[in-house]
């Protein structure tokens, strides 16, 4: 499963723009499916030499013309929001429209807050247990909102998240930032785009700062001149791959890698995920029988130049269903039937 990314800001902020650069140009009625740039990957392939070699991906989602309305449901959706904010042209002022915009999902978290506060207070005061931890929580969230603020600032803990998500809250999403600068500021952006980075910080939200009109320029040039740009302007990574880093970490997602002769793969799967549950991205048959996993680093295998090196040397580590799987990890699921 691909991770879901919507963009999403204030109008005219350049959001059409940056979807254009993320997929080349090549995305459909606001549709596109994109590959995460991972030099592990590159590395993986180029010793394994695979017959296939298959980046991990997302789906980028444009924000469709429509209503406000229709603008929070569209953000819905996703699985990580990057929210862009106009820090070129004339008087850019990106903080109050981004609060702008936020409003109105903070305003769509409320209604859908105060709903089900309605049906759980009245269950709550029937003496119901599970409806009084859930009118807590939801009261909790209520205030915070009312005061005009996201729910991801409120720090809720798992128990009270996992009360809250019962309502899909909108700003409760991991989002990202991206400041949509002046050419001419680059790579710093100026004033304006300090201004995103700052509430970026004050929302422990990653921000970045690009110019989506250079990047859908770039992303036209091959390689070598896009390269020679890009240094130009003194920005050493492209947007894609900045942007994706900030998904991941916003998203609380890691990167496991498969690399076997067929096929060199990058899987995205959730921090912390234990290895049958990290194996299941791979095939949902794998949790139920996964029986270990053989674990290396990208680092070992590319010295190796296979798993199997690595096996008969007894150099892979072999763990089981408690395993936590990390970043960068190269795994080999051994499962039964
Ligand atoms: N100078 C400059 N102009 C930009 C940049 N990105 C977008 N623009 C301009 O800003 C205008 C709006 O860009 P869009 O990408 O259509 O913005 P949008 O957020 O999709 O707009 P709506 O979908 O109408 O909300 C266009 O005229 C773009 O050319 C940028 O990085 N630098
Ligand atoms: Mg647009």
């Not at 229709?70 to 990106?94: I, M, S, T, Y």
């Not at 981004?98 to 005061?125: H, Q």
């Not at 005061?147 to 409120?154: C, E, K, N, V």
Request: proline share 6%.
């Amino acid at each position: 499963m691909p991770v879901n990314v919507a963009i999403v800001g204030p109008a005219g902020v350049g959001k059409t723009t940056l979807f254009n650069a993320l997929t080349k140009g090549r995305g459909a009625d606001g549709v596109g499916m994109v590959d995460v740039p991972d030099e592990r990957l590159e590395r993986l392939a180029a010793a394994v030499k695979p017959k296939k070699t298959t980046p991990a991906q997302v789906r980028v989602e444009d924000t469709p013309p429509g209503s406000r309305a229709q603008r929070v449901a569209f953000a819905r959706q996703a699985d990580v929001l990057v929210k862009v904010a106009r820090c070129f042209g004339v008087d850019p002022e990106p903080v109050s429209e981004l609060d702008e915009f936020t409003l109105d999902l903070v305003l769509a978290d409320l209604a859908s807050i105060e709903r089900r506060l309605d049906v759980v207070a009245k269950e709550a005061r029937a003496g119901k247990k599970d409806a009084q931890l859930e009118t807590e929580a939801l009261t909790a969230a209520k205030a915070h909102l009312d005061a005009g603020r996201s729910l991801r600032t409120l720090n809720p803990d798992a128990e009270q998240k996992a009360l809250l998500l019962g309502v899909f809250p909108v700003t409760l999403k991991p989002a990202v930032y991206v400041a949509n600068a002046a050419e001419d500021l680059l790579p710093g952006g100026g004033d304006p785009a300090a201004k995103v980075t700052r509430l970026g910080a004050s929302e422990s939200t990653p921000a970045i700062v690009l110019s989506a009109r250079l990047e859908a320029e770039l992303a036209e040039l091959d390689p070598t001149e896009e390269a020679e740009m890009r240094h130009g302007y003194g920005i050493d990574e492209s947007g894609l791959g900045r942007i994706a880093r900030a998904v991941w970490g916003s998203g609380g997602l890691i990167t496991y890698f498969t690399a076997g002769e067929p096929e060199v793969r990058a899987w995205p799967c959730e921090r912390d995920a234990l290895a049958p549950q990290a194996a299941a991205k791979i095939h949902t048959d794998f949790e139920k029988h996964f029986i270990r996993a053989e674990v290396t680093s990208v680092d070992e295998l590319v010295a190796a130049g296979s798993m199997e090196a690595l096996r008969s040397a007894g150099k892979l580590r072999v763990e089981g269903r408690d395993y936590r799987v990390q970043d960068g990890d190269v795994v080999f699921f051994r499962v039964g039937r």
